[in-house]
């Protein structure tokens, strides 16, 4: 009833209003009567009487210009700058040790070590025994057919052109049996002298040649034997040059020639002699 008598009175109440008034939703607490919107008397109506406050004044007391100030774009620009150089450096760096390492990897293999062998005179020598001489090193055995005979030969021609060179110390040819149980010191003796009284020749127990031969990687391998007790020991094919402190230099394998062994060994041993001055060494 109370809305009844509310929607009755509503035109008296609208002609009382304002053009500017606005009439907003009725509704009824007790009954629940929604239904009724804005109400408006003209066209000049105004949706809403905020309209006719004075503007609100913006609050910068939290701001004090832009977030990003020339002062943080400056130190943002150092720290990147110097960011920047840092790794760059650190890039040199490990460019560098790549670089080394690869040197010491690619251009000196790791071969070489210590020995105790007995020479075609039947005394005991070492690896020791050669410091301070430039040393040509062939690994064979004296039965072999004609390798062995042809690699002799280019040994003892390389050894002569080294030593007939005035700018190039002398070099100590040595030949390493493969084959011990027949190669003995009498008998490397006479085989040695077949190509020159320069070339030391060497055997020893099987365990000694067997250390000798891992030390420079040496394959070898003894085949069977025939009737007449007869084997080829198959075997790598290659020489080494050894400087005066026992280290190995370089190698050449079977298709090198005398010459190219020659050029080969003096590059090297003009670079060793070039980084040790004040090291003595076998001489003319």
Not at 232 to 247: A, F, K, M, R, W
């Amino acid at each position: 009833m109370a809305c009844l008598k509310i929607v009755s009175k509503l035109p008296q109440m609208i002609e009382k209003l304002s053009v500017s008034t606005t009439v907003y939703p009725l509704a009824c607490t007790q009954c629940k009567f929604f239904g009724f919107q804005r109400l408006s008397t003209s066209a000049s109506y105004k949706t809403s009487n905020r309209d006719h406050l004075p503007p609100k004044e913006k609050d910068d007391s939290h701001y004090s210009g832009s977030f990003i100030s020339w002062k943080s774009v400056i130190a943002a620009a150092g720290v990147g700058t110097f960011a920047l150089y840092a790794l760059k450096e650190m890039m040199k760096t490990k460019d560098a040790n790549i670089a080394a390492t690869k040197q010491v990897v690619i251009g000196k293999a790791d071969l070489g070590g210590d020995w105790v062998l007995i020479d075609h005179h039947g005394d005991k020598r070492s690896n020791l025994d050669f410091t301070g001489q430039w040393v040509l090193l062939y690994f064979g055995f004296t039965f072999c057919p004609d390798i062995c005979p042809e690699q002799m030969e280019k040994l003892v021609e390389t050894v002569d052109r080294i030593d007939d060179d005035p700018s190039l110390p002398n070099v100590t040819p040595i030949f390493i049996t493969l084959d011990p149980e027949r190669d003995t010191p009498v008998l490397l003796a006479r085989y040695v002298s077949e190509f020159s009284p320069k070339v030391i020749g060497m055997t020893g127990t099987k365990e000694q040649i067997a250390a000798a031969a891992k030390a420079y990687r040496i394959y070898y391998s003894a085949g069977p034997k025939d009737e007449e007790n007869d084997y080829i020991v198959d075997h790598s094919i290659i020489q080494y040059l050894v400087d005066p402190e026992g280290n190995f230099c370089e190698y050449f394998g079977q298709n090198k020639t005398a010459s190219e062994v020659y050029h080969g060994a003096k590059k090297h041993m003009k670079e060793w002699i070039k980084e040790h001055p004040m090291t003595k060494t076998s001489s003319k």
